[in-house]
């Protein structure tokens, strides 16, 4: 209730006023409520003026706050004018800053213009977090506008964990729209890993709504092991809701691996959810 009451109060600040609140919270608050205020202040600061709360984090002169306050007013502005932020940010010298305010710029960037974001991150510093973690939201945002191109553009990629990761962003936001279509798509994808990873994360995901979909498009692979991954993955998803008939199912396959690997996966998640039916 403290936090919400906060957040009120932080929201009913107009504009005009954000500089002397930020004054008197820098001067008597302690360092952890400080923090509250200045984070959702500059925010809002940086929407309405962007100039005067840049000039503002520049003041501060502890480099961690300092660096921090920079990158939540570049997000800001990014949400405003991403062109403009993030030929801003470019400028900076390669190191973690720029690294810091560049991923603060792309997240503003990413719901606007996936395309641009992208171009964005591959300048970020190889090997960073910011550039790891942005990879994700990134194509997660471009394939809610456009699958497909989401997918061709993720296909280039080079590295395979950043490849997979991208598959991976595709394919949970993609099988919430289209699982047939995301389906399709991830049994062309040529890399053998690639491929079993992304089918499995799309028919558990698929399954959660449409068990009947799930297993029918599962049935129709040619067995290896995508198909057994994919149906191990269906059967967790189904143990949660009807242990008893993933169970049932599970028994009508043929002897082998793929059914024994769906058995316990059934079995697993039925014991989570009810350990003494399960026994």
């Known amino acids: 209730n403290g936090e919400q009451e906060l957040m009120k109060l932080l929201l009913s600040i107009e504009p005009a006023d954000i500089p002397a609140v930020m004054a008197f919270a820098d001067k008597n608050l302690p360092k952890q409520l400080r923090w509250a205020f200045r984070y959702q202040l500059l925010q809002r600061w940086g929407e309405a003026d962007v100039t005067a709360a840049m000039a503002y984090a520049n003041t501060l002169t502890d480099r961690q706050e ?6 939540i007013v570049a997000g800001a ?34 719901v606007k213009d996936p ?24 194509f997660a945002n471009w394939a809610e506008k456009d699958p497909v191109a989401a ?20 394919a949970s936001t993609w099988v919430e729209s289209d699982p047939q279509a ?26 959660q709504n449409d068990v009947p979909g799930a297993l029918a498009w599962a049935k129709q692979l040619p067995e290896g092991a995508a ?3 994919a149906l191990a993955g269906i059967g967790q998803q189904w143990a949660q809701s009807d242990p008893q008939a993933a169970m049932q199912f599970a028994n009508t396959l043929p002897a082998g ?17 009810d ?3 399960a026994t």
């Open 115 to 138: 395309q641009a974001a992208f171009d964005l991150w591959q300048g970020l510093t190889p090997g960073t977090a910011q550039r790891w973690g942005m990879a994700s939201q990134i």
């Open 77 to 110: 502005w990014a949400a405003k004018d991403p062109a403009a932020a993030a030929a801003w940010a470019k400028q900076f010298p390669k190191g973690q800053l720029r690294d810091q305010v560049l991923s603060s710029v792309l997240n503003a960037m990413a």
């Open 66 to 71: 300092r660096e921090s306050s920079i990158g």
């Open 257 to 273: 691996k793929g059914k024994t690997d769906l058995l316990n996966s059934i079995y697993n998640g039925w014991a989570q959810q």
């Open 151 to 170: 997918a061709a553009k993720a296909a280039q990629l080079t590295n395979g964990q950043q490849r997979n990761q991208a598959f991976e962003s595709i």
């Open 275 to 277: 350990p003494e039916a």
């Open 182 to 207: 995301a389906a399709a798509w991830a049994n062309m994808l040529a890399n053998g890993n690639d491929k079993r990873n992304i089918i499995n994360t799309i028919v558990s995901s698929w399954a």
């Open 227 to 229: 198909k057994q991954q």
